[in-house]
């Protein structure tokens, strides 16, 4: 897999969530709006709930995969600092990288993952803010099977 920019990845995840999660359980829906986050899930019936994902693509020749504004503001740098119960359960952070050789597919990071081992100076802060690239040495790949089947889990617990 190699992906022009993140668009083009968040529309491969988009695509793998419509046919094999909403199109097989009803009570799924992806929508379009990205105001939250850049995939927002809405799972209805008796157990409902919303569900987020934040896309972050790494391509060659990009010195860093940042988040948020420029000084430090958006809707991720504040998830990251008031770290909200709500979102540390139901917000997800899936990652894919163009140059690293020894991943080989779709990483996934929790919140608390990513502020307590991947953030670069290992803070949110007034600033340009980052994730680690090492992550992609570190984590594991994941196939889009895989994947599918994580969302499953995720959404369903």
């Excluded at 008796?46 to 972050?56: A, H």
Aim: proline share 3%; hydrophobic share 35%.
């Amino acid at each position: 897999m190699s992906f022009i920019n993140e668009a083009e990845f968040e529309e491969h995840l988009r695509e793998l969530i419509s046919t094999q999660i909403c199109d097989l359980n009803e009570d799924f829906l992806i929508f379009e709006s990205k105001n939250l986050a850049d995939i927002v899930i809405c799972k209805n019936g008796e157990e409902s709930g919303i569900y987020f994902i934040e896309v972050k693509h790494l391509k060659p020749g990009m010195g860093r995969l940042g988040f948020g504004g420029k000084n430090g503001t958006g809707f991720q740098p504040e998830i990251l600092t008031k770290r909200p119960k709500y979102l540390e359960k139901n917000l997800i952070w899936v990652l894919y990288s163009d140059i690293h050789d020894n991943n080989d597919g779709i990483v996934i990071l929790s919140s608390e993952e990513l502020c307590n081992r991947y953030l670069s100076g290992d803070t949110v802060g007034e600033k340009y803010n980052g994730i680690k690239k090492n992550l992609f040495n570190e984590k594991p790949g994941l196939t889009d099977d895989q994947f599918v089947s994580y969302l499953n889990a995720w959404l369903s617990s």
